[in-house]
C-alpha cells in the first residue's frame, strides 16, 4: 500500500470505528487496523509520513486507559498524519518532472532559460508557433501541471502569437501562468498586450534560472488536490451530484451534508480544507452559514458558494459575509475544478508560511516544538534534543553583508537535511540558531552524528562575494557549537538542557558538540 492508500484507510476506521462510538472497544479495534497497516509497509514507506504513522502507532499501543486526553491526541496526530500525506503526494508529483511550455523564436534571454532548465533535469516542451495548423489545440493537449508556458518578449510583435495565447488562456481549464523572459524592459503599451494572456509573470535581466525553476516546481505542487478534504452543504442530492462528481475525479474526499444545522459538527468531526455551500436553502442562506462558521477563529478553511444567482449586488453582499468565491450554477467542470484549485493553493501557500522558515525552508519555531511535544507525549525513547548555534555569525554579517550571510544559514540547513534522517526533525529556531529532534537516538548516536556534521560543515567554502579580495580572500569557512539533551517529559524543558549544553560548547572554545549533564 502506498502512503495514500495507507491515509485513507486509517482516517476512515479513525471517524468511522472511534470517532462516532468512543470506546475502549472500537479503539481496540482501531488498534488492530493501525497494526495491520505497519506490518504490511515495514520498509516500503519513508520520510515525514513513516515517522508520523510511527508515532501514531506508538501513541495508541501506550495502553493508556480510553480518555479524552488520549482521543484529542490521537485526534491531533491524524491531523498531521493526514498532513503528511499531503505533502508526500506533492513531492512525488514534484519529483516525476514538473516542466513547462517554451515557445522559441522571441528572445534570447528565454532561450537561455529554457536550454538553462532542460540541464538541471526539468523537461521543457518546445513548440513552434507554425508546427501545427491547430496551435491552440496543440497547446492545451500537450499543457504540463505547472500550466507554464516560456516565451520571449518579442512575443508581443507577432499579433498570431498573441492571439494564440489569448484563445489558450480564454479556453484553458486550469490555471495558465504566461512567463514572458524580457531581453529589454518592456514599454507599457506592450505590457498592455501582455495583459490579454491572462496571469503573466516578466523575467527581467537579473533573474536567474533557479527563479524559475522554484516557480515551476511550486505551479506543479500547487495543481495537485488529490487527497484533500471539501464538506458540500447542499440540499438537493440532485444538484450536489455534479459537483461530487467532479471532486471525485479529481481525488478529492467529499463529505456531503443535507441540512444547514449540521454543518459545524461536519466541521469538527470532518476538519474539511474548504466548504462547498449552495447559496439558496431551506433553514439558512449560504451567506448566513458562512457568518456562523466564521464565529470561530480557528475556521480560517475557504468557502465557496454555489448558485445559479446572477444578481451582482446580491453576490458581493454574500462575499462579505466570510466566503471567498462565488461560483455559478449549472456547474462547469473546468470553472469550478479552478475555482478549487486556486484556494486550495492559497490555503497550501499560507500552511507553507505557518510551518515553515522562508529562508531555509525548514520547520519554523513552534512547529519544531510541536513536533517535539508530540514525539514527547507518544511514550517512544529515547529521543534526543539537539540546539545549533553558527560561531561568530554577527562578524559574518557584519564583514560580508547579510546577503551572504543569508548564503551560510541556507548551506547549513542544506548539510543537516542531507545528511539527517527522513524520521527526524529540523527546524530554525531564530537567526543563526538552529534546532534538531532525533527520534530514536540515544544521546550518544545523537552527539556523534551532529559531530560528524560539525565537520563535513566547517569544510564548506562560502563565497565572500568582495570584488576587491585575491582569489583566496574570496571563500571563507565558519563552525558551528551544538549541545544535545534526552529528551525527557517537557519539550521545554529538554530544549533548555540542550541550549545549556550548547552554552558549555560556546565557553568551551566553540566548533564542539556537548553533551547535557
Known sequence: MNHETINRVLQSAWRSQVLTRPSEYSLEAFKAVVAKVRSNTIGS?????????????????????????LLEGIDLQMDTLQAASRRASDARSSDQ????IYLPGFGDRAAFFASGLSSMGLKILPLNLDASLDFVADLRERMPTSGL??????????PAACHALEALAAHHDSDLLVVIAEDTPMTFEQRLIAATFGVVRLLGVEADVKTLRSLIRSRARDSQINGY???????SKTDAYPAIKFMREEGIEVLHILSPAGVLRAIE?????????????????????????????DAVMPIIFLSSERNTETQLIALSKGADAFVQKPLKRGAFIKALKALISRSKAFDSRMRRDPLTGLLNHGQLMASASRVSASGTVPNTMVMIDIDHFKQVNDTFGHPVGDKVLVGLAEVLSDNLRSTDFIGRMGGEEF???MVGAPISDARNVIDRIRDLFSNLQFETGL????????WFACTFSAGVALLDGSAAISMKAADHALYKAKHGGRNRVEAAD
Open 149 to 158: 508556458v516560456l516565451v520571449g518578449g518579442g512575443v508581443v510583435d507577432h
Open 435 to 437: 534546532a534538531v529532534l
Open 269 to 297: 468531526d470532518f476538519r474539511p480544507d474548504v466548504v462547498v455551500t449552495d447559496f439558496h436553502m431551506p433553514g439558512a442562506n449560504g451567506d448566513q452559514v458562512a457568518s456562523v462558521i466564521r464565529q470561530d477563529s
Open 229 to 235: 478534504k471539501v464538506l458540500l452543504l447542499d440540499d
Open 97 to 100: 518532472g514538473p516542466s513547462a
Open 467 to 474: 570584488q576587491d579580495q585575491c582569489e583566496s580572500g574570496k
Open 45 to 69: 514507506l519513508s520520510g515525514e509520513f513513516e515517522a508520523e504513522l510511527v508515532l501514531l502507532s506508538s501513541l495508541i499501543s501506550s495502553n493508556q486507559s480510553l480518555t479524552a486526553r
